[in-house]
């Protein structure tokens, strides 16, 4: 049974560039959530989807966008990349309100 | 509002002897509480969780915590060390009544010598 897999694994890109992450939530799980992690610090929550729609969001700005697709799967879109999106990008599936379970990451890296 | 306060952001222990991670939360709700472990170029795995029913939580690999509402308090605590619990540990907060945005703490890196 896989668990949650997110791909790229590592990327690369400039600013003012776009880029989309992408996340496969663990079988049996619905709702899908987004995080973002600086170096050195904890996880913070961008958004949660559930039933193709945004349910909840945190503290960022609308150039970070999501969608979930009708298999549950979501992508993350980052707009107009800033050097401070530089950071691991963890995505997380439940199903529900029973705890996350997280993927590896995507490494972002801004140029 | 909530939020979480990881009291040290370094934990230095031998293998074999007993390990204590702190964690104080405020929240306005009566809270969810959980601990996670992260190992390097690893997403987070759930060590525990605390959802109101018994204050003394047992989680994986050896490790529990105690809920103190009194003092506001969720340390994270494991009898005996070992090598392999060398990791980042994040104390979690999530709010009741329906809004769930988690607030993590900034980490706890335990380092275990031989």
């Known amino acids: 049974d896989a668990g949650v897999t997110q791909s790229p694994t590592h990327l690369i890109k400039t600013r003012g560039q776009q880029v989309t992450l992408r996340c496969s939530p663990k079988?049996?799980?619905?709702?899908v959530s987004w995080y973002q992690q600086a170096l050195g610090q904890g996880p913070q929550f961008i958004f949660q989807?559930?039933?193709?729609?945004?349910?909840q969001r945190g503290n960022f700005p609308d150039r970070f966008s999501g969608h979930q697709f009708p298999n549950y799967s979501s992508e993350l879109n980052v707009n107009a990349l800033l050097l401070g999106d530089s950071a691991l990008y963890l995505c997380?599936?439940?199903?529900?309100?029973?705890?996350?379970?997280f993927g590896d990451g995507t490494r972002l890296s801004i140029l | 509002a909530q939020s979480v306060t990881q009291l040290d952001s370094h934990v230095s222990v031998s293998e074999g002897t007993p390990v204590l991670l702190r964690c104080n939360y405020s929240?306005?709700?009566?809270?969810?509480l959980f601990w996670y472990v992260q190992h390097p170029n690893k997403g987070l795995q759930l060590l525990l969780k605390?959802?109101?029913?018994?204050?003394l939580v047992k989680g994986i690999n050896g490790f529990e915590a105690e809920f103190k509402k009194s003092e506001t308090s969720f340390h994270l605590t494991k009898p005996s060390a070992h090598m392999s619990d060398a990791a980042e540990y994040f104390c979690?907060?999530?709010?009741?009544?329906?809004?769930?945005?988690?607030?993590f703490g900034r980490g706890t890196s335990l380092i275990v010598h031989p």
């Open positions: 929240s306005s709700y009566s809270p969810s």
């Open positions: 079988s049996g799980h619905d709702t």
């Open positions: 605390y959802t109101s029913a018994a204050t």
């Open positions: 997380a599936s439940s199903f529900g309100g029973q705890p996350q379970h």
């Open positions: 979690v907060v999530s709010g009741a009544g329906g809004s769930y945005i988690p607030t």
């Open positions: 989807y559930y039933e193709e729609e945004e349910r």
